[in-house]
């Protein structure tokens, strides 16, 4: 098996809009925690790279840009599985929603930018072995929405390895990257640089990468105790931490093997109803205020039908010991309980499609409203997830 990794940092060299808040006003230029792409190569039956970008999300149209890039590094039959981490501190990669627009010319500076990645990432040969782990951590991510439980909220870690060399880790963990202030005047990979640039220091010559997971409703509401950078440092120490006491446990590994499944189909969609809706006695202030700006984002929407017409990715990765859903989907993290034993979701992959809130959900959320798919929609998924 062929395999190979890469990593480059791609801070916006210009003043420019971040996105992620729909409160932003003004462009900014620092960066606080930096913004990378890192790539992961294998090959065998497959030919896969694994690419990840601290970004919000990267929409189909801008995959397809940094696809062909892929191929024309590294060959035409090679596929690209596309991750973001979902920061709301870094600028658009992805048009989305009619208010999401990309920021084109950040969208050439990473195509660049991941070029020269590729170009000088160095490809090797091996007998690749992989081992996994997972363990509950709800010390960073909570359920945001009250009432709710974190069941679901999930550390995994995959290790990749030839002979005796660890090779590459794959860091796999469901919370949205929010901890600085919406407002905040610098750029930043969140909690999710900081948990990497911690193990890369602790562990000389390991590549690491981080993966978001159903993140849609889990965040660091109940456990940041500020908004300021101190703060992100903190949290990313902690998951850090997590990450290393998985590193420690001495597990048997297995040999690769690598297949892929892809599942493409169009959305049914609908905007939702807020008369449809109640809101939680339980809720707090703060998600009933966000509950009333999600009507008026729905008004915006109603008059953008176009929106709501989709075309969804699902990559299946099976690793021979785990497997891989690549799903576009800001997923609620209870769609977990569907998963085979050692399945793994991921999602801001392979596009950007917004939220999907739980089967038949009738609680009222900010997420659940401004969520566009059906019940049929959801059911696909679900049996996607099954099917494996």
Known sequence: MKYGHNAICINPNTMMMPV???ERQYPISTTKGDLYARAFYLEDNEKLCFLTLDSLGVCSQVQKLFEATVKDVLGAD??????????????????AFGY????????????????????????REGTVKVDYNQVNQNLIGRHRISGQND?????????????????????????????????????????????????????PGEFFMFFQGPAGDIS?????????????????????????????????SKDLQLTRKRYEYS???????????????????REKSEFENAKNVLKDWASQPHLLHQQIVVDVINLGLSKLYFNPFELFSSYSKYLPVNGILIGYSQGYAGYMSDI????????TLLEIYSEKDKQKLIEIIRAG
Not at 267 to 285: M, R, T, W
């Open 20 to 22: 992620g808040y729909m």
């Open 78 to 95: 090679v596929t690209l599985i596309l991750s973001s981490s979902h920061t709301h501190y870094a600028p658009s990669l992805t048009q």
């Open 267 to 285: 959305i049914d969609g609908q905007l939702k109803s807020p008369e449809n809706f109640v809101v939680s006695e339980s809720a707090s202030d």
């Open 151 to 203: 069941d679901y909220v999930i550390l995994h870690l995959l290790r990749f390895s030839v002979g005796s060399q660890r090779i590459g880790n794959f860091i796999i963990y469901n919370c949205h990257p929010t901890i600085s202030d919406a407002q905040v005047g610098h750029f930043t990979s969140d909690y999710v640089g900081v948990t990497l640039e911690v193990l890369a220091k602790n562990y």
């Open 220 to 252: 660091t509401r109940f456990t940041r105790k500020n908004k300021t950078y101190e703060e992100v440092i903190r949290m990313g120490r902690l998951l850090a931490d997590s990450v290393s006491e998985l590193m420690k446990r001495n597990l048997k």
């Open 360 to 367: 038949d959900v009738q609680e009222a959320s900010y997420e």
């Open 100 to 123: 999401i627009k990309t920021d084109d010319s950040y969208v050439k500076f990473v195509q660049a930018r991941m070029r020269a990645m590729l170009i000088n990432m160095k490809i």
